[in-house]
């Protein structure tokens, strides 16, 4: 959703350098590969034009987020139709197997923080597996 933002301008940030308490981002992410899990405290939107415009609205990056990886696009498809298309079966197998995993990690966040929740479930799958 490259408009995302536009739910979250309510929440816009005091000051740039503070974080926006209390809110967790979660992104398909077509840079990391499928079945691979990215959570962060802050940091830049990558070309994820969904975080991009979250951050035009909360006036900051210092939000947490939750990325999880639907890549890598093949060779000769553009970024654009990749996300526009229905995912590739591997692919989809990869994330539905995360789900579970997902919902603790946001549970974990909510509970004990982005710190333990990043030490505990993210998850780096090589493009190959």
């Known amino acids: 959703m490259n408009n995302s933002g536009r739910v ?3 929440l816009r940030a005091r000051d740039p350098e503070s974080p926006v308490p209390d809110l ?3 992104v398909d992410d077509f840079a990391i590969p499928a ?12 070309g994820h034009n969904g975080l991009r415009s979250i951050e035009t609205a ?3 990056n210092r939000y947490a987020r939750l990325r999880i990886g639907v890549g890598p696009v ?5 970024n654009h139709d990749y996300v526009l298309e229905p995912m590739p079966h591997e692919g989809r197998k990869a994330v539905e197997a995360l789900i579970p995993d997902l919902c603790d990690a946001v549970e974990c966040w909510m509970d004990e923080g982005i710190e333990r929740a990043m030490a ?5 799958v090589k493009a190959d597996e």
Do not use: D
């Open 120 to 124: 505990l479930f993210n998850r780096k």
């Open 58 to 60: 909360l006036g900051t």
């Open 24 to 26: 967790l981002v979660v």
């Open 35 to 46: 079945g691979s899990v990215r959570l962060r405290p802050s940091g830049s939107a990558g």
């Open 74 to 78: 093949p060779p000769g498809m553009s």
């Open 8 to 10: 979250l301008s309510g």
